[in-house]
T-cell receptor, first 116, second 116 residues
Framework: QKEVEQNSGPLSVPEGAIASLNCTYS??????FFWYRQYSGKSPELIMS????GDKEDGRFTAQLNKASQYVSLLIRDSQPSDSATYLC????????????????FGAGTQVVVTP | DADVTQTPRNRITKTGKRIMLECSQT?????MYWYRQDPGLGLRLIYY???????NKGEISDGYSVSRQAQAKFSLSLESAIPNQTALYFC???????????????FGAGSRLTVL
């Protein structure tokens, strides 16, 4: 079992619709969670971080965290063609000031294709 | 200029050759990382350094070595390159002074390495 799992996609989404991306993780002590966007041939860029259970909204993006279910998701509202990219879920495994703190475990990414 | 600069951006080499990938940053961050990215496998941590005197192996360090020459410079070496080291390599930094953002990674543009 991979430590961070995502559906590889591609996830095809009509322009203007909501894209829903899911991520599950295996280590219950994980403390912080991130979504990175990566355009083809480019480096990942952070779009959302979430540390507490519940929802966090930033513009068209909403991250949802459920630590009991070990599940984090990303919603993209009003999807645009410029949202077409691979979305990487990343999890920090360790507790603060342990050896694992500061190292991220990445999922393989979900490719999103927004069609006009 | 980019905050995190990687050189070379592209390199083709032959099996058995020694290769060095260099990374420099102007963000003033103490923490630096080397990741490799392969299709379907996501980003995997090779080595990381929390300060100049602190270097640690990641999950896939075999066949690689690193040098932290200064706070701003972190180099990755392949002593004897092999074809399965063909990948996209990313350097990243993070700032431990901001607890909430301690794991927020800033990536370089990537170095694409092909080993024939």
């Amino acid at each position: 079992q991979k430590e961070v799992e995502q559906n590889s996609g591609p996830l095809s989404v009509p322009e203007g619709a909501i894209a829903s991306l899911n991520c599950t993780y295996s280590d219950r002590v994980s403390q912080s969670f991130f979504w990175y966007r990566q355009y083809s041939g480019k480096s990942p860029e952070l779009i959302m971080s979430i540390y507490s259970n519940g929802d966090k909204e930033d513009g068209r993006f909403t991250a949802q965290l459920n630590k009991a279910s070990q599940y984090v998701s990303l919603l993209i509202r009003d999807s645009q063609p410029s949202d077409s990219a691979t979305y990487l879920c990343a999890v920090n495994k360790g507790r603060v000031q342990t050896d694992s703190w500061g190292k991220l475990q990445f999922g393989a990414g979900t490719q999103v294709v927004v069609t006009p | 200029d980019a905050d995190v600069t990687q050189t070379p951006r592209n390199r083709i080499t032959k099996t058995g050759k020694r290769i060095m990938l260099e990374c420099s940053q102007t963000k003033g961050h103490d923490r630096m990382y080397w990741y490799r990215q392969d299709p379907g496998l996501g980003l995997r941590l090779i080595y990381y350094s929390f300060d100049v005197k602190d270097i640690n192996k990641g999950e896939i360090s075999d066949g690689y070595s690193v040098s932290r020459q200064a706070q701003a410079k972190f180099s990755l070496s392949l002593e004897s390159a092999i074809p399965n080291q063909t990948a996209l390599y990313f350097c990243a930094t993070s700032d431990p002074l901001n607890r909430a953002g301690a794991n927020v990674l800033t990536f370089g543009a990537g170095s694409r390495l092909t080993v024939l």
